[in-house]
């Protein structure tokens, strides 16, 4: 009976094996997948003039135009209208590989990686022929299940690129050679806050309604011949924008030749804010004189709380006074409950620096403060100084002149650093000069 069963198995085992091989037979005229890859490759490589692609990586409307010429070594020439790779990349490697399927791989380095990093979408597609000799790719664990039309390239495709790609310089040119801190978008009607990302392809405009409320809207867009195409229009006072074309531009100043229906206008670099920050003064000089005071601080990295343009003057005075430990705080309405005295005046520039025995030691320089709108505070020395301040008088009035000019700062929100509010004083002379404080006091007051 034990001699029966195991020949039974052995006969079913062996029917099974039979069954599943003549199934999985691929017929003699199917090509296998090393011979698809090669006739996929061959085909890319033979278009002289390469092959055009629309690419929207993500379900948002931003799209990179992509012009990729394939060639035999396994290497390939890209041209795009994505920043940053506006000139032609050459010798990237790209291969047609796949388990189950033809993929198409980019493997250097490139546009396709920095499009995948910073807005999304892959480098790698499935690839398979149309009946119109262009190709289908479609992105391999993708985020979304569009279809891509990789299409035989035209004459006209290398140039509408390049005139994308002007654009796309321009703007890095304008937001790299800006000699101020802010970008104001100027249109009639409107005076707005002007926030290019450039890698995302956003753009973010705040603004103030006809109620004096502050607006904000984050813009996908993508790039048209002399000017940017917005993916959702920007509707304001009646005004329809939704393409942006660019003129003339220099250091301070980039011309606005059309916005929608809007008209003209520009955007400018500037050393004072569109329209002010509500609140960021009052909060700075403790406008209300209630308790608590206002306490704001730096720290010692340099990067982290100066800007490149006012490091120089730290460092400089840092090095003359107190090399081992410089920060900036800020005191004001710097009371207690009965009152302030000699000693502890009401609002102060206090250098917390070390003495020769490694003791912390406060140099403290007293100042006035005018409020001038909601983000613009004057800050002037009054002349007070206390005992441990006098022999640095000359070289930190000097420093204070140049972050508290006499045109004033413009106090803005700058995020929070854990629960705490971090406010920006920036110089109304050159705003390239600013600086980040970390408010300890008041807490729980948030103006960003």
Not at 305 to 313: E, G, N, R
Not at 391 to 407: G, N, Q, R, S, Y
Not at 415 to 444: A, C, E, H, W
Request: glycine fraction near 6%; hydrophobic fraction near 35%; charge should be negative.
């Amino acid at each position: 009976m034990k001699h029966l069963t195991y020949i039974l198995f052995a006969t079913l085992l062996v029917a099974g094996c039979k069954k599943e091989s003549s199934e999985n037979i691929i017929p003699d005229d199917v090509p296998d997948m090393a011979e698809l890859q090669a006739a996929y490759t061959n085909k890319l490589v033979q278009e002289p003039l390469g092959w055009y692609i629309e690419y929207r990586p993500t379900a948002d409307p931003t799209t990179v135009s992509l012009l990729v010429r394939f060639y035999e070594n396994g290497t390939c020439d890209i041209l795009s209208d994505y920043q940053g790779f506006t000139e032609e990349q050459k010798d990237i490697k790209f291969r047609v590989g796949g388990l189950l399927k033809p993929e198409l791989i980019f493997e250097t380095f490139c546009v396709w990686h920095a499009v995948a990093e910073n807005i999304g979408g892959k480098f790698e597609f499935y690839i398979s022929p149309k009946d119109d000799n262009s190709f289908s790719l479609t992105q391999v664990n993708g985020p979304v299940n569009t279809v891509y039309t990789l299409r035989k390239a035209q004459a006209n495709d290398r140039t509408n690129i390049q005139a994308k790609a002007n654009v796309v310089r321009q703007l890095q040119d304008f937001a790299a050679n800006a000699s101020a801190y802010f970008k104001n978008l100027n249109l009639p009607g409107l005076a707005a806050f002007w926030e290019l990302d450039p890698d995302k392809q956003t753009v973010r405009i705040t603004w103030e309604d006809a109620n004096g409320e502050r607006q904000s809207n984050t813009f996908s867009y993508n790039y048209i011949p002399n000017g940017i195409l917005l993916g959702t229009p920007f509707e304001y006072e009646g005004k329809r924008i939704d393409t942006i074309l660019f003129g003339n531009m220099n250091a301070d100043e980039l011309e606005i030749v059309q916005a929608g229906n809007a008209g003209p206008g520009s955007i400018t670099v500037s050393h004072v804010p569109a329209f002010p920050y509500k609140g960021t003064a009052n909060l700075f000089m403790r406008i209300e004189r209630e308790l608590p005071r206002f306490y704001g601080y730096t720290l010692d990295d340099l990067d982290t709380y100066y800007s490149k343009d006012l490091q120089p003057y730290i460092i400089s005075l840092r090095d003359q006074i107190s090399p081992q430990r410089f920060r900036v705080q800020l005191y004001h309405y710097n009371m207690n409950a009965t009152g302030t005295t000699p000693e502890n005046r009401l609002n102060s520039l206090q250098l917390l620096t070390w003495d020769a025995t490694n003791t912390n030691t406060w140099l403290a320089f007293y100042t006035d403060l005018t409020k001038v709108d909601e983000s613009h505070v004057i800050v002037r020395p009054n002349g007070e100084i206390n005992s441990v301040g006098l022999p640095w008088a000359t070289e930190v009035l000097e420093f204070m002149d140049v972050i508290f000019p006499p045109e004033g700062v413009t106090i803005v929100p700058n995020g929070r650093s854990g629960s705490l509010q971090v406010l920006r004083v920036i110089s109304r002379k050159n705003s390239r000069i600013y600086f980040d404080i970390v408010v300890s006091t008041p807490t729980g007051i948030y103006v960003d």
